[in-house]
């Protein structure tokens, strides 16, 4: 193999695309996924891939210093994207520590092992930190999130998120240590584990369950296919320069209540039932505390930079999506199954 890049969070949703581009794309390099399978990893998502040649998995925790000095000793990575990372903003509110611990501790343990393993030889080598756009806070009815936005974080994901992205740049400026960051909004598409809101209110709908929007629904994202997603951090890791940041984001602004009801009306379709079936499911629940109105991303430096733009619509998207979910019941099934039902009850009872 050429060289070997680390990809840490493989098993998870934005990871396991990542890996699949890369195994697929790039047959030279080892592409080594580095994975502690928390309930969001599933190394069903990559399945297909298991004998590739150029893909390896290990089980490992980011922040045991021990683990990752012997594996970055062992692999010697010309790269890391770092993308493990507890995810998910309801979870952060019942259990901050767990994102202190894996957000903030594990990425610091990562760019320490990185530094002292690449011993400040650079030369040639790259870590890119995979982040959010919540860092930047809530926006208003109007305006867009650029690099330059002050970070404002609220809820303890966010800030944990935001914690990591200041350590990541306070190693470029310390040790000289060879960053790139992005900031990405909301994604979604296959993989996407039921706890997020897309692939939450496809489960229900599938089981005529009701569909809990928080508060008026009124709350606004910008939605990313995943595999763009994908497409983004592969050109920033190979062609985005050293110690910038950049904003990914789908030029794809919907209301949550406009979102669900899209969703309804598609799975009424594909499910062959009456139209304004599933809407009938809606149910407006207690709201987010701390909820963010609002998130839309100016992607302009990525596109004029590096040319990247979203090449699949929200609609193409989302009928994928759905589709994807409607013939892996299975994969469905078994996320679903044991732990989720007790954290299900907890969250929305
Ligand atoms: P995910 O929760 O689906 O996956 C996270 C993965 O990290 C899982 O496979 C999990 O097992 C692994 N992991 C967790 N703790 C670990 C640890 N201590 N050591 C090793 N592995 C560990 O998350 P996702 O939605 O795929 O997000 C991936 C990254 O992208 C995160 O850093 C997230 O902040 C960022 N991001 C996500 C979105 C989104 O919409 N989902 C948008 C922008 C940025
Ligand atoms: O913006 C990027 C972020 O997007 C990522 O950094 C996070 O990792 C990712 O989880 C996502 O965060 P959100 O909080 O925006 O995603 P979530 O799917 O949890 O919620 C999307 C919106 O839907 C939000 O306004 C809350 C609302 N919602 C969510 C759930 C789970 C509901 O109304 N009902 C729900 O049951």
């Not at 195994?23 to 080594?32: A, I, L, T």
């Not at 966010?158 to 900031?183: C, E, I, Q």
């Not at 320069?241 to 009424?268: H, S, T």
């Amino acid at each position: 193999m050429e060289r070997t890049i680390f990809v840490t969070g493989g098993a998870g949703f934005i990871g396991s695309h990542v890996i699949r581009r890369f195994v697929e794309s790039y047959p030279e390099c080892q592409v080594v996924n580095i994975d502690a399978l928390t309930y969001a990893g599933n190394l069903e998502n990559l399945k297909d891939l298991e004998n590739a040649p150029n893909y390896t998995f290990v089980r490992a925790d980011i922040v045991n210093e021990d683990e990752m000095l012997s594996l970055f000793e062992k692999y010697r990575p010309d790269g890391v994207i770092h993308l493990a990372a507890e995810s998910h903003v309801d979870r952060s509110i019942t259990f901050p520590l767990d994102f202190v611990r894996t957000n903030v501790l594990g990425t610091v343990n990562l760019l320490n092992v990185a530094r002292k393993t690449w011993n400040e030889d650079f030369e040639g080598k790259r870590f890119h930190h995979v982040s959010t756009d919540e860092v930047y806070g809530s926006l208003g009815k109007t305006g867009f999130f650029t690099e330059e936005t002050k970070y404002d974080p609220h809820s303890p994901y966010s800030a944990s998120k935001a914690a990591s992205d200041h350590f990541v740049r306070a190693y470029a400026d310390t040790y000289g240590l060879p960053v790139v960051l992005t900031n990405c909004s909301n994604n979604y598409g296959p993989n996407h584990f039921p706890e997020k809101l897309i692939p939450l209110m496809i489960h229900n709908i599938i089981h005529e369950k009701p569909l809990p929007v928080y508060g008026d629904g009124n709350y606004t994202r910008d939605w990313l296919y995943v595999v763009d997603h994908a497409r983004a951090i592969d050109l920033v890791f190979h062609k985005g320069k050293d110690r910038e940041c950049y904003n990914i984001g789908g030029f794809n602004e919907w209301k949550n209540i406009d979102l669900v009801r899209l969703l309804c009306k598609q799975m009424d379709e594909k499910l062959k039932k009456e139209p304004g079936t599933s809407e009938k499911l809606i149910a407006f629940v207690k709201d987010r505390p701390g909820h963010d109105l609002r998130y839309a991303i100016d992607a302009s430096k990525i596109n004029k930079e590096l040319g990247w733009n979203p090449s699949v619509t929200f609609e193409e998207g989302l009928s994928k999506t759905i589709d994807w979910y409607l013939e892996n019941k299975e994969w469905l099934e078994n996320v679903t199954s044991g732990a989720y039902q007790e954290y299900y009850k907890e969250q929305y009872s």
